[in-house]
């Protein structure tokens, strides 16, 4: 079975400086996706990023970008430039494979951002 | 719809009573999940169809949880004597078939009085 751990309940960061979010996996499927959601309180899960576990370069997706260690199952998630609307709760999750979204979620880890 | 709708948004039961969650998919999205998140918790995996059918049913935490999606689209999770431990946000998700994400409703938050 996948577990997903996220080791930072709380974390935060000023304005405009970098934060980086850690997560880990197991898993004994090699073909498989990983995924960055944003929990705002309005509580809709909102996709920040994803990455595709048979591709080595790690996706970025604007101010956001991943450190994919395939080896290690590690998965973690760099804010640059953070902004006030990026406080929010942030998951991790595990999916994606054989073509169906049933999600592994962590527990999640509090992001504030600071003025 | 553009995207997900779920009704109610909250809703307060008494214990023992039965409810219907709905969840309104993405027009066209073929899989539905629902997913369940306690207090502090990340979601967790409930049930997912493809069409109408219960394509895997494994997170559903006893018999007391049903689902349907009769027609293919709209689908209600259906939670028979609740207890204050089924409190949650409900979550809905849907993708489409070979869609690189599953888009997410802004749930619907139970609370067993």
Redesign the interface.
């Known amino acids: 079975a996948q577990t ?1 751990t996220q080791s930072q309940p709380e974390m935060s960061v000023q304005e405009a400086e970098t934060v980086t979010l850690s997560c880990t996996y197991d898993t004994s499927e090699n073909n498989y996706y990983l ?1 960055w959601y944003k929990q705002p309180p ?6 920040v990023i ?1 990455q595709e576990a048979y591709k080595q370069q790690n996706a970025t997706e604007n101010r956001f970008s991943v450190n994919f260690q395939k080896a290690a199952k590690s998965f973690s998630l760099k804010i640059s430039d953070s902004q006030l609307g990026d406080t929010a709760m942030y ?1 991790c ?1 595990f999916g994606g494979s054989q ?10 880890t509090r992001l504030k951002v600071l003025a | 719809g553009a995207g997900v709708s779920q009704t109610p948004s909250n809703k307060v039961t008494e214990k023992g009573k039965y409810v219907e969650l709905r969840c309104d998919p993405i027009s066209g999205h073929t899989a539905l999940y629902w997913y369940r998140q306690s207090l502090g918790q990340g979601p967790e995996f409930l049930i997912y169809f493809q069409g109408t059918g219960a394509a895997d049913d494994s997170g559903l935490p006893n018999d007391r949880f049903f689902a349907v999606r009769p027609e293919g689209s709209v689908s209600t999770l259906k939670i028979q004597r609740t207890e204050r431990g089924d409190s949650a946000v409900y979550l809905c998700a849907s993708s489409s078939l070979g869609g690189a994400e599953a888009f997410f409703g802004q749930g619907t938050r139970l609370t067993v009085v």
């Open positions: 997903v995924f309005s509580r809709q899960m909102i996709l994803r998951f999750a073509g169906t979204y049933k999600y592994i979620f962590g527990t999640g």
